[in-house]
């Protein structure tokens, strides 16, 4: 079972350059999310999908985008990298039964903005 | 809207009880708990709904008191393997939104 699996793992930029982080899960969950982890900060929810071409912003929404074309896929795009962006990138998956149900994180993309 | 965790860090040796909070200004949906172990991504532990308390893994229980927006998490009898970083997360009554508290280590030694 490969549950979310992220790609890339690592990746370096230098500023102003862009990326795509591409996050895939095959447990047919309605909901995905974008959280970024930084020292001290816990994880932080950048945007998040309920659904099939629907997107919504989080707590840290500014200087990323994403898509949800497809229902397995949850793209996060950075247009404009820049150093302060430098974090490690989770993405997670779950499905709502009343409430939210626990969610199933990827293995994270570490990224590095010089 | 971040909930927030104490203590921020704690350590315990094998067999010792330790206790974490999770409160929120917000009014409560559910509460989830994950735990982290260094360099991986956080697993579930358990969740709690309104009105509800449950035990779902090893000797880790928690309650959820939603009049005061509080959660805590109990590890009993810890053991080496409970080390990492807890991390409660919230629901609120309106909206999908999912928020994190900002983690607690916790670090268990022999």
């Known amino acids: 079972n490969a549950g979310v699996t992220q790609t890339p793992k690592f990746r370096v930029l230098k500023t102003g350059q862009s990326m795509t982080l591409l996050c895939a899960q095959d447990?047919?969950?309605?909901?995905m999310y974008w959280y970024r982890q930084d020292p001290g900060m816990g994880l932080r929810l950048i945007h998040y999908?309920?659904?099939?071409?629907?997107?919504a912003k989080g707590e840290v929404p500014d200087g990323y985008n994403v898509s949800r074309l497809k229902k397995q896929n949850f793209l996060l795009g950075l247009e404009s990298a820049a150093p302060s962006q430098t974090s490690v990138y989770f993405c997670a998956s779950s499905y709502r039964q009343g409430v939210i149900q626990p969610q199933h994180f990827g293995d994270g993309t570490r990224l590095s903005i010089l | 809207q971040q909930p927030v965790q104490s203590p921020q860090a704690v350590i315990l040796r094998e067999g010792e009880d330790a206790v974490i909070n999770c409160s929120s200004s917000k009014a409560l949906y559910s509460v989830h708990w994950y735990r982290q172990k260094h360099g991986e991504a956080p697993v579930f532990l358990m969740i709690?709904?309104?009105?509800?308390e449950q035990k779902g893994h090893e000797k880790i229980s928690a309650s959820f008191n939603e009049k005061k927006q509080q959660s805590s998490l109990y590890l009993t009898a810890s053991q080496l393997s409970y080390s990492g970083t807890y991390f409660c997360?919230?629901?609120?009554?309106?909206?999908?939104?999912?928020?994190f508290g900002t983690g607690t280590s916790l670090t268990v030694i022999p």
């Open positions: 447990m047919n969950h309605e909901y």
């Open positions: 997360g919230t629901e609120g009554n309106t909206g999908n939104q999912f928020y």
């Open positions: 709690l709904l309104k009105g509800g």
């Open positions: 999908s309920v659904g099939e071409g629907t997107t």
